[in-house]
């Protein structure tokens, strides 16, 4: 490899890494609300919400990359592959983010909330300071566990142009006519990303599993 | 019964169905400054839906709720109440469950702290000082850092109880409260309650504890099938019960209490 | 718009074509890889410690590996190695081999959480072996891992989709094709994203007459 390939490894990692924190941070909080909208039964929107993410769990991320990047231009708004991208992933995200927060939400306790209300807590009150403490600890693995699926998919990615780990690989692949030792380098860089989110989801699920026995 | 002068609650005509069931049939009572009065009844009377409708947990379908004279869940226009003016009238009644309700990711300390802080917005330094002092009372100050799932089942209903008491409610509400409690747990819990009702807090409590109702109770109600049958002294409920239902009701409980006493 | 989707309908040999191979490749996927991961999660449950140590590596390697990626190497890899593949058998082999993986962990995930006293009680009506594994344990395991494997067929499902950049014609290869040729693009891929959406409900509804009968017996 000479300096320019991995300079040029360098720079797709940064935007692999950049993109799936942007499709995280994007994801989390939208994933929540929709969540909270089905579980609040809201009508009409609840069901649209439900609708939502049974078709946005069942399509591939390239299928939905290639819709939004070659349909929306089409529409009349126009999209740069890296916006496509955020979008893409922060979309296919929030639904499984969705199904995570809801199931806990469906878990959570009556008597907790009713002791809220006992008390006297508004209804946002008793969201902020009782149920999101306890729904973000019981959600924890399930919601890192979704992040490294997030990062699994993001070489896909590169189909429309963004210039990642992948892109990288494909690129310097073509001009040495040596495609396979530069995927194997990909692969090196994003294994270990992967393996330490594994191993957080692994590490938080035995802490709480020895808080619990205690 | 004669109407109370100033009751602390009065419920007026409550009735309640789930679908085509009535579980509570126009229920009317009053509750009394410093009272003590026990619910009994057998399983599926509606003695927890009654309960639950005067803090409008559950929304009564007929009737009202009045706390100090005002009314509860709907006001005096006779429109449901908002969320917030609701959880106002809910910061004066205090509620202990069956199932404590403790919050699991907060403290001891902080549990009974929460409310009164977020909810009330009394002083810290304040609410800190009560709280310790209610942990002292109820035999827990020792336990103040502990989280709940550290606790045996009466030292949680304990914290249960410091927790109603710490937003200094005007009435405080029971359901079963010993009733997943270990036997041998069980006498802690009433130790409590038992001193609470000699300081006069009023108290609306349901419970299957047939001894404690008779030694700490000022009056009984005793429901059956979403009526109330019978109400009195504990003393003409347990010695001249006037009805057959209640006999019947009794001759079972009594039986039992009796054999788990010895 | 709708002279879009009248293009799409023209051309839905092509997409229904895509869409069996979709699914064809999904299933003979997920068939091979629950076979072939049933063979390696006593592997990972063995006590010999090179057996088990390997066994797990390899189920960790593929864990921690993009799909992608992974399809790529085989495309790439496997003919210089001297094993030539046409674009069909390098993505099945991609598909198989790295599913291999997720279900052995799956099915080592459900038996590791089944009830000990079960199996026990055929130990003690004198059950042994592969019988034993036959009548008592494995109707236990189909129905507890069941719904997982149903959910890794959707996985599956989805993943197949990236076999479009070794040009594999399959679902979304074939809407690509069609909106290059056509421009129709949102007609296209909204058209794709409605038979994957398909193909999903029917996994889901086998999972949850699977999940009913598991309820049932608990
Ligand atoms: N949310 C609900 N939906 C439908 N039915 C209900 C609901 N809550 C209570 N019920 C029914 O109402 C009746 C009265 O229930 P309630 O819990 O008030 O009885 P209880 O006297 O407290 O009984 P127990 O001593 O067993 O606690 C029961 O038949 C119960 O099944
Ligand atoms: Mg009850």
């Given at each position: 490899?000479?300096?320019?390939d991995?300079?040029?490894?360098?720079?797709?990692?940064?935007?692999?890494?950049?993109?799936?924190?942007?499709?995280?941070?994007?994801?989390?909080?939208?994933?929540?609300?929709?969540?909270?909208?089905?579980?609040?039964?809201?009508?009409?929107?609840g069901?649209?919400?439900?609708l939502?993410?049974?078709?946005?769990?069942?399509?591939?991320?390239?299928?939905?990359?290639?819709?939004?990047?070659f349909?929306?231009?089409?529409?009349?708004?126009?999209?740069d592959?890296?916006?496509?991208?955020?979008?893409?992933?922060?979309?296919?995200?929030?639904?499984?983010?969705?199904?995570?927060?809801?199931?806990?939400?469906l878990?959570?306790?009556?008597?907790?909330l009713?002791?809220?209300?006992?008390?006297?807590?508004?209804?946002?009150?008793?969201?902020?300071?009782?149920?999101?403490?306890?729904?973000?600890?019981?959600?924890?693995?399930?919601?890192?566990n979704?992040?490294?699926?997030?990062?699994?998919?993001?070489?896909?990615?590169?189909?429309?142009?963004?210039?990642?780990?992948?892109?990288a690989?494909?690129?310097?692949?073509?001009?040495?006519?040596?495609?396979?030792?530069?995927?194997?380098v990909?692969?090196?860089?994003?294994?270990?990303?992967?393996?330490?989110?594994?191993?957080?989801?692994r590490?938080?699920?035995?802490?709480?599993?020895?808080?619990?026995?205690? | 019964?004669?109407?109370?002068?100033?009751p602390?609650?009065?419920?007026?005509?409550?009735?309640?169905?789930?679908?085509?069931?009535?579980?509570?049939?126009?229920?009317s009572?009053?509750?009394?400054?410093?009272?003590?009065?026990?619910?009994?009844?057998?399983?599926?009377?509606?003695?927890?839906t009654?309960?639950r409708?005067?803090?409008?947990?559950?929304?009564?379908?007929?009737?009202?709720?009045?706390?100090n004279?005002?009314?509860?869940?709907v006001t005096?226009?006779?429109?449901?109440?908002?969320d917030?003016?609701?959880?106002?009238?809910?910061?004066?009644?205090?509620?202990?469950?069956?199932?404590?309700?403790?919050?699991?990711?907060?403290?001891?300390?902080?549990?009974?702290?929460?409310?009164?802080?977020?909810?009330?917005?009394?002083p810290?330094?304040?609410?800190?000082?009560?709280?310790?002092?209610?942990?002292?009372?109820?035999?827990?100050?020792?336990k103040?850092d502990?989280?709940?799932?550290?606790?045996?089942?009466?030292?949680?209903?304990?914290v249960g109880?410091?927790?109603?008491?710490?937003?200094?409610?005007d009435?405080?509400?029971?359901?079963?409260?010993?009733?997943?409690?270990?036997?041998?747990?069980?006498?802690?819990v009433?130790?409590?309650?038992?001193?609470?009702?000699?300081?006069?807090m009023t108290?609306?409590?349901?419970?299957?504890?047939?001894?404690?109702?008779?030694?700490?109770?000022?009056?009984?109600?005793?429901?059956?099938?979403?009526r109330?049958?019978e109400?009195?002294?504990?003393?003409?409920?347990?010695?001249?019960?006037?009805?057959?239902?209640?006999?019947?009701?009794?001759?079972?409980?009594?039986?039992?209490?009796?054999?788990?006493?010895? | 718009?709708i002279?879009?989707?009248?293009?799409?309908?023209?051309?839905?040999?092509?997409?229904?074509?895509?869409?069996?191979?979709?699914?064809?490749?999904?299933?003979i996927?997920?068939?091979?890889?629950?076979?072939?991961?049933s063979?390696?999660?006593?592997?990972m449950?063995?006590?010999?410690?090179?057996?088990?140590?390997?066994?797990?590596?390899?189920?960790?390697?593929?864990?921690?590996?993009?799909?992608?990626?992974?399809?790529?190497?085989?495309?790439?890899?496997?003919?210089?190695?001297?094993?030539?593949?046409?674009?069909?058998?390098?993505?099945?082999?991609?598909?198989?081999?790295?599913n291999?993986?997720?279900?052995?962990?799956?099915?080592?995930?459900?038996?590791?959480?089944?009830?000990?006293?079960?199996?026990?009680?055929g130990?003690?009506f004198?059950?042994?072996g592969v019988?034993?594994?036959?009548?008592?344990?494995?109707?236990g395991l189909?129905?507890?891992?069941?719904?997982?494997?149903?959910?890794?067929?959707?996985?599956?499902?989805?993943?197949?989709?990236?076999?479009?950049?070794?040009?594999?014609?399959?679902?979304?290869?074939?809407?690509?094709?069609?909106?290059?040729?056509?421009?129709?693009?949102?007609?296209?891929?909204?058209?794709?994203?409605?038979?994957?959406w398909?193909?999903?409900?029917?996994?889901?509804?086998?999972?949850?007459?699977?999940?009913?009968?598991?309820?049932?017996?608990?």
């Amino acid at each position: 490899m000479t300096p320019g390939d991995i300079s040029a490894f360098a720079q797709g990692a940064v935007v692999t890494v950049a993109l799936s924190v942007a499709g995280i941070l994007i994801g989390l909080p939208v994933g929540l609300g929709l969540a909270l909208i089905r579980w609040a039964r809201v009508p009409v929107i609840g069901r649209l919400v439900a609708l939502y993410v049974s078709i946005l769990r069942a399509t591939p991320l390239v299928t939905l990359l290639l819709l939004l990047f070659f349909a929306l231009p089409n529409v009349g708004v126009p999209i740069d592959p890296y916006s496509a991208a955020i979008l893409a992933l922060s979309m296919n995200t929030s639904a499984f983010n969705c199904e995570i927060w809801r199931a806990a939400l469906l878990a959570f306790p009556k008597d907790q909330l009713e002791a809220a209300m006992s008390v006297g807590m508004s209804a946002g009150l008793r969201f902020r300071r009782i149920v999101l403490p306890q729904i973000a600890r019981a959600s924890l693995p399930a919601l890192v566990n979704e992040m490294s699926l997030l990062i699994k998919v993001t070489p896909v990615l590169a189909v429309v142009g963004v210039v990642d780990i992948t892109r990288a690989a494909v690129r310097i692949g073509a001009e040495t006519y040596e495609p396979l030792p530069p995927f194997l380098v990909a692969v090196a860089l994003y294994a270990p990303i992967i393996y330490g989110l594994v191993s957080l989801q692994r590490f938080i699920e035995r802490r709480q599993a020895a808080a619990e026995a205690a | 019964m004669n109407a109370l002068p100033h009751p602390v609650l009065n419920v007026v005509g409550v009735s309640k169905s789930f679908g085509a069931v009535e579980v509570l049939s126009d229920i009317s009572f009053q509750v009394g400054k410093g009272e003590t009065v026990c619910v009994l009844g057998p399983s599926g009377s509606g003695k927890s839906t009654l309960l639950r409708c005067i803090n409008w947990l559950e929304k009564p379908d007929a009737g009202h709720v009045y706390l100090n004279g005002e009314p509860v869940g709907v006001t005096s226009a006779g429109v449901v109440m908002n969320d917030r003016r609701l959880s106002q009238i809910r910061t004066r009644i205090g509620m202990v469950f069956q199932h404590f309700a403790l919050w699991p990711h907060l403290t001891v300390l902080q549990n009974l702290i929460e409310a009164p802080l977020q909810v009330q917005r009394r002083p810290r330094a304040e609410i800190h000082e009560e709280a310790l002092a209610l942990l002292a009372k109820v035999g827990l100050h020792d336990k103040r850092d502990a989280f709940p799932a550290r606790l045996s089942g009466g030292q949680k209903q304990r914290v249960g109880i410091a927790r109603a008491l710490a937003m200094r409610p005007d009435l405080l509400l029971f359901d079963e409260p010993t009733s997943a409690l270990d036997p041998e747990l069980v006498g802690e819990v009433l130790v409590v309650m038992r001193d609470l009702a000699h300081e006069g807090m009023t108290m609306v409590i349901v419970t299957h504890e047939m001894t404690f109702a008779r030694e700490a109770a000022t009056r009984v109600l005793f429901l059956d099938r979403g009526r109330m049958v019978e109400t009195g002294t504990p003393d003409q409920f347990f010695s001249r019960p006037a009805t057959e239902r209640a006999r019947q009701f009794l001759q079972r409980y009594a039986a039992e209490a009796v054999t788990a006493q010895r | 718009m709708i002279h879009d989707f009248g293009i799409v309908w023209d051309q839905r040999g092509l997409l229904m074509s895509g869409l069996a191979n979709t699914a064809l490749l999904s299933v003979i996927a997920a068939v091979v890889s629950l076979l072939l991961g049933s063979a390696l999660t006593p592997a990972m449950m063995s006590r010999r410690r090179a057996v088990a140590g390997a066994a797990r590596a390899f189920v960790d390697a593929m864990r921690c590996i993009p799909f992608l990626l992974f399809a790529y190497i085989v495309y790439y890899g496997l003919p210089s190695l001297g094993i030539n593949f046409d674009n069909w058998s390098a993505g099945l082999a991609a598909l198989m081999l790295y599913n291999t993986a997720y279900m052995a962990e799956i099915l080592r995930g459900a038996w590791a959480a089944m009830p000990r006293e079960p199996i026990e009680a055929g130990t003690a009506f004198g059950f042994s072996g592969v019988r034993l594994f036959r009548r008592i344990v494995l109707p236990g395991l189909v129905l507890s891992a069941g719904p997982v494997v149903g959910n890794q067929l959707i996985q599956i499902i989805k993943d197949s989709a990236f076999l479009t950049i070794i040009a594999l014609p399959e679902l979304t290869h074939a809407a690509s094709s069609i909106q290059s040729r056509y421009y129709v693009p949102f007609a296209a891929f909204i058209t794709a994203v409605a038979l994957y959406w398909g193909l999903c409900l029917v996994v889901e509804g086998g999972v949850n007459v699977l999940r009913r009968l598991a309820d049932a017996r608990r």
